[in-house]
């Protein structure tokens, strides 16, 4: 799942001027960047005492030197939505030169 995400992140001509990584540190200082993670995988059905489904959540951050981040907002939710995920959550944080938008999704996959 996380190939594909980064896959389709990269993959946006809306987006090709934007760093998609991992890792925060990846980012080398470029302006604006996005990160995505897997932040959670639970299980979320069981049948037999199996589990069949779980619920994974990604956590994207778009990181910008200035709080100009709607329209990449916009297109990652897009892109996000394409894939089958819900917007679980979103908030602001600043911290030094970083402004950065975290936005949360969640998804049911088969185990």
């Known amino acids: 799942m996380q190939k594909a995400i980064y896959a389709a992140l990269s993959a946006d001509p809306a987006l090709s001027t934007i760093k998609v990584v991992k890792y925060y540190e990846d980012a080398d ?7 995505y993670k897997e932040i959670s995988d639970v299980p ?6 199996i589990e069949v489904a779980a ?23 897009q892109i996000m ?3 089958g995920f819900l917007r679980v959550d979103s908030e602001e944080l600043h911290d030094g030169d ?3 938008r975290v936005l949360r999704f969640c998804r049911a996959v088969e185990s």
């Open 98 to 100: 970083d402004y950065t």
């Open 44 to 49: 979320a059905l069981h049948a037999d005492n």
């Open 81 to 83: 939505t394409v894939m």
């Open 55 to 77: 619920r994974v959540t990604y956590q994207i951050s778009i990181v910008t030197d200035n709080d100009d981040y709607a329209a990449i907002e916009t297109i990652v939710k």
């Open 29 to 35: 200082g470029q302006y604006p960047f996005v990160v």
